[in-house]
């Protein structure tokens, strides 16, 4: 009986050991933080621009500023995405989760750009400003749900950010840049500040 008490006490232990692990490797994963906080300074830019031109209806010089703003945001985030790879790899941290997140991002900024930029569907889509807060609230939610729950906040603090856009009408563009820069940057910051204190306790360690 005391065999089996010691035998089930061990696998207890391992199975904490385990678990604490997996835990720490989860918190190690770097979600793209600084591309995050690159996009959403980005959206609020893209959304000021908007804002100041849309009651001239420069419609043209709006999307100008957009194309402008992804020309300087996707070499940067492939740059940012490249040296978050060699980093991780380095480190040995490279997991699923990662991989994970990755494709999230990729595929919600995929559909951005083919139903929202380029008007595939523009009929159905209505203003693309909505769009492209709702892709960003959506990805930042869908993070949270594999990551880190101040990732789902942050999606949800967008939605309740396009919701007031649409009642606060004189201010709708800049709401929707707050609320996008926001939720991209308050838990990029978040993750930052723990990932140099996780290495801080390697470094210790």
């Known amino acids: 009986m005391e065999e089996e008490h010691g035998k089930q006490n061990l696998v207890a232990e391992d199975l ?18 600084p591309t995050l906080i690159m996009w959403g300074l980005l959206c609020l830019i893209g959304y000021t621009a908007t804002h100041i031109l849309m009651p001239y209806q420069m419609y043209r010089q709006i999307n100008n500023v957009w194309l402008t703003l992804y020309a300087i945001g996707f070499p940067l985030s492939l740059f940012f995405g490249y040296k978050l790879y060699k980093r991780e790899e380095i480190r040995g941290v490279r997991s699923h989760i990662s991989r994970q997140i990755g494709w999230i991002w990729f595929i919600m900024i995929g559909n951005g750009i083919l139903w929202g930029t380029f008007r595939f569907g523009g009929r159905f889509l209505g203003d693309i400003n909505f ?36 009642f606060i009408k004189p201010y709708t563009y800049l709401i929707l840049g707050l609320a996008t820069c926001l939720g991209c940057v308050i838990p990029s910051i978040i993750a930052l500040r723990r990932l140099h204190r996780l290495e801080k306790e390697y470094e210790q360690g």
């Open 131 to 166: 769009w492209w807060a709702l892709i960003l609230g959506l990805a930042l939610s869908m993070t949270g749900i594999v990551y880190s729950k101040e990732w789902l906040w942050a999606g949800i603090g967008v939605f309740f950010g396009m919701l007031a856009a649409i």
């Open 16 to 33: 904490k050991f385990i678990r604490s692990i997996v835990e720490r490797t989860h918190r190690e994963i770097d979600p793209g933080a």
